[in-house]
């Protein structure tokens, strides 16, 4: 009687399935695409996946696909949950007729829980500025890459953004720094290298952990307003930003004093506080804006034939050029694996190379229509981080923009380094990997 | 026709007594459990086991332990997705403490320790009752929950706050982590699962379930008769923590691998194994299952049904499958409010009538 229901779901299923198996006879290029258009996340996942979609449509209508081979975009809802991107996972990972050739799942959560799957299932994972940070240790983690920066580096580069405004990396002695966080893996990444840097600078560092999905802070900002943290930062996504934004500017909180990690930065989570978000920084390592070659071509080959994922205008919002450069990244990586094993029959395995051989010149991004829009990446057998820099960009309210205000810093090696070490080898010892040599 | 108990006379007490007295339900019984542990193992593959089976087999196992307590002794508790954080990060503990324990028993002592803190959180129950009691066992949800995230020593003071199961063997065969092979995962997971069913089913025929049964129906008669509340309502909470404790272990170790706190134990957990009970039928073992497939399998083949062979777009579907899923919850609790075991149960007697009702 027990299993009487499985059975009923297994016919279901079965009459579905063969529906998953393609029936073109020519190759294609598999890449699934894990978004979330759904729940207390999709605010920021509907620009990324649009970015990523449009992107890889764009090939397909402009160039026919890569070098020629057509890209099949497989796309899944996880919701931002981490089991539902684990069946996303399984489900899409066999996708006839080359695999799933590399993973992008916007989600530190669902990042953990496919790192391990992924290395036996010999697929790359992209955790483009999000994920397991000492992945970028290429030794021990041979599938994952998290270029082109981790939470650790961009950690590292606030503090070094702090420094400069108060005049010296010493004047951080006895100044209190307040970390909001996102009460989950994703947001306690940044901890340990604040508490590192901590004892190194002598700031003071306050905790405050806002628990998913992040709607209510009030009492995470009163505490904020009676203790006046010299600075905060911010780890949140989702509606966390907008409220965090909104609440901050509701205290008076000074916003050119709050700066938030990379995925705290984008329209989404600025406008909703109107004039009250002026001033307010984060991280980046992209330009904003829709001004580049690759954004008219979006326009000409995918929107102007009505195959856009999203809505026109909001071509070259942050997180939308977010999503652009993350498939430019796996393009290009299965480019670079086409060049280096002389087949256009691609598999995951193949990408893999492809992504450790990665080197993304200011050159290059100019052919792509991208000039000036990043920084170059170049990744190696044992860095898989690539460049490690971070700028801070600002929020103009009243022009509704956002722009560079710094240039891009060096992450804090002596303080990071160590850390990443120590992590990587402690999975290594933990999974029994030995690392490899390179 | 063929569902007839006619000429099947009972001799003896003990055929009397049988769980399944009908010979008919025998057979179907030994056929599925046959299928279960013969022939899955043959076609399962990494999607089956990990988005349909494990997920129902711990959420089934969870669901007996919540029905134990809900169903049968009538406590209300929200408590389900803290205990089976205490299982999880029981497991996890003696894992890393002890790494050459052996994993069937890390399970059962996980189950153990649920059960100690089950009967913690119970004491309450023994002078609050119904919503009330509710609102004590959702303080055990937020405190355990809060508990386990905050202090170090539960996740080994990593960066994160994540836990990972390494992975362990056996009888030789690796059962967690991810070479562990589908089969293995799903025969392990399947095993507990049977066993404690059939413990569960024995447990409510016996003098404690009646006990218990006697406690939901009306506690002031039950101590009347001789039962002691305090007995009672102790050992179900300490039973079900067990299960559920035991259903979290299985859940992080074997199906997630890795889990946080607040996302894998959070309320909303309390809430869907709660639903399950109530979907499938309250006070029944077989609607402990036939609720957990239901709230596990319902939006899968709904997903896969709109998306792969309707072609209906990603984003829409999910909407749609969210409002069936109300749609369907509803609908059932309209046709049948005591749940799809009683639909079951119609059903069978429809059957021993048919062709010929009266």
């Known amino acids: ?309 999203g809505d026109h205008g909001r071509i070259g919002e942050v997180l939308y050029n977010r999503g652009l450069i993350a498939a430019v990244y796996a393009s290009e990586a299965i480019r670079n694996a086409m060049a280096i094993h002389k087949t256009k029959d691609i598999t995951p395995e193949m990408v893999r190379d492809g992504y450790e051989n990665l080197d993304l010149t200011e050159a290059r991004l100019t052919e792509l229509g991208l000039p000036g829009f990043t920084i170059p990446v170049k990744i190696t057998c044992a860095n898989h981080a690539g460049p490690r820099k971070v700028a801070i960009q600002q929020w103009d309210a009243k022009a509704k923009k956002w722009s560079f205000v710094s240039e891009f810093y060096d992450t804090m090696r002596d303080i990071v380094d160590p850390l990443i070490e120590e992590d990587s080898t402690g999975f290594a010892k933990e999974n029994s990997i030995t690392p490899r040599d390179c | 026709m063929i569902y007839r108990e006619a000429g099947q006379f009972k001799t003896s007490y003990f055929a009397d007594q049988a769980i399944l007295p009908v010979l008919q339900d025998r057979v179907f019984v030994f056929a599925v459990l046959a299928a279960a542990f013969l022939a899955v193992p043959w076609f399962i593959n990494d999607y089956w086991v990990n988005a349909i089976f494990l997920p129902f087999l711990a959420y089934a196992m969870a669901a007996l332990g919540l029905n134990l307590l809900t169903g049968y002794c009538g406590q209300v508790s929200l408590g389900t997705g803290g205990f089976m954080a205490v299982g999880a990060f029981a497991a996890f503990k003696l894992v890393t403490l002890f790494p050459e324990l052996n994993f069937v028993l890390v399970i059962l002592l996980s189950g153990l320790i649920t059960a100690l803190v089950g009967v913690i959180f119970g004491i309450p129950s023994l002078r609050i009752k119904g919503f009330y009691l509710a609102v004590a066992t959702l303080a055990a949800q937020f405190f355990l929950v809060w508990m386990f995230n905050k202090v170090g020593w539960f996740f080994n003071y990593n960066a994160t706050g994540q836990i990972t199961m390494p992975p362990l063997e056996v009888f030789g065969n690796l059962v967690t982590g991810p070479r562990a092979s589908p089969a293995a995962r799903y025969l392990f997971c399947l095993s507990f699962v049977v066993v404690f069913a059939l413990v569960a089913k024995n447990i409510v025929r016996g003098r404690v379930g009646r006990a218990w049964m006697a406690i939901r129906d009306m506690d002031i008669a039950a101590e009347l008769i001789g039962i002691r509340p305090l007995g009672a309502k102790l050992s179900a909470f300490a039973t079900s923590s067990f299960y559920v404790g035991m259903a979290g272990a299985l859940y992080f170790a074997v199906w997630l691998g890795s889990a946080e706190p607040i996302e894998a134990f959070g309320i909303e957990q309390s809430f869907l194994v709660l639903f399950m009970i109530i979907i499938g039928g309250l006070g029944s073992i077989l609607g402990s299952f036939l609720g957990a497939a239901f709230m596990v399998l319902m939006p899968i083949v709904l997903k896969n049904f709109m998306v792969d062979a309707l072609g209906v777009e990603v984003v829409t579907a999910k909407h749609v499958e969210i409002t069936l899923m109300g749609v369907l919850i509803v609908f059932f609790l309209i046709v049948e409010p005591h749940g799809l075991a009683r639909l079951w149960q119609i059903l069978k007697e429809k059957l021993r009538l048919w062709p010929f009702p009266y």
Request: net charge neutral; glycine share 10%.
């Open chain 1, 1 to 309: 009687m027990r299993s009487m229901r499985v059975f009923g779901a297994a016919a279901a299923m079965a009459l579905t399935m063969p529906a998953m198996v393609s029936t073109a006879n020519a190759y294609e290029l598999v890449i699934p695409s894990l978004d979330y258009r759904t729940g207390p996340y999709a605010p920021n996942g509907i620009p990324f996946a649009n970015g990523y979609y449009d992107y890889l449509t764009m090939l397909n209508e402009r160039d026919g696909g890569i070098e020629g081979v057509k890209i099949k975009i497989v796309q899944c809802e996880t919701a931002y949950n981490t089991k539902q991107g684990v069946e996303c996972y399984e489900k899409t990972k066999n996708t006839e007729p080359s695999r799933a050739l590399v993973y992008q799942p916007l989600s530190t959560g669902i990042t953990y829980q496919i790192i391990p799957k992924a290395s036996v299932d010999k697929i790359p994972v992209h955790s483009m500025g999000y994920g397991r940070t000492s992945a970028a240790n290429g030794k021990v983690f041979e599938w994952i890459f998290n270029f082109p920066a981790t939470y650790w580096d961009q950690a590292a580069v606030f503090l070094k953004y702090i420094g400069e405004k108060e005049g010296g990396m010493d004047k951080l002695k006895g100044k209190k720094i307040a970390l909001v966080y996102h009460n989950s893996a994703y947001g306690k990444e940044p901890i340990r290298t604040l508490e590192k840097a901590a004892e190194k600078f002598g700031y003071q560092l306050q905790l405050l952990a806002v628990d998913h999905p992040g709607q209510e802070q009030k009492a995470t900002w009163l505490q904020i307003r009676r203790e006046r943290p010299d600075w905060v930062l911010m780890w949140g996504w989702g509606v966390m930003n907008q409220v965090a934004i909104k609440e901050a500017s509701s205290i008076r909180y000074p916003m050119d004093h709050f700066l938030g990690v990379w995925w705290s930065g984008s329209e989404n989570d600025v406008l909703p506080a109107g004039e009250g978000a002026h001033g307010y920084l984060s991280g980046a390592f992209h330009a904003p804006g829709d001004g580049f070659p690759a954004h008219d071509a979006i326009k000409k080959h995918v929107y102007d034939k009505n195959k856009g994922a």
